[in-house]
């Protein structure tokens, strides 16, 4: 294998490490941000019924 082959193998491996690593934490950042959503949603739905309920 030539060190061409050789480096152009490891930078591919090291963009492709890179990439994966960015996906991962982009995805847990979306899935926090759409849990807080949801969960405010809720609270603002629990709050309206049991508003409503007491009136």
Do not use: N
């Amino acid at each position: 294998m030539t060190l061409r082959k050789k480096i152009s193998l490891l930078l591919s491996l090291l963009v492709g490490v890179a990439m994966s690593v960015t996906g991962v934490s982009y995805l847990r950042f979306l899935e926090s941000s759409l849990e807080r959503s949801v969960t405010a949603g809720l609270k603002q739905v629990c709050i309206s019924t049991s508003y409503q309920s007491d009136v």
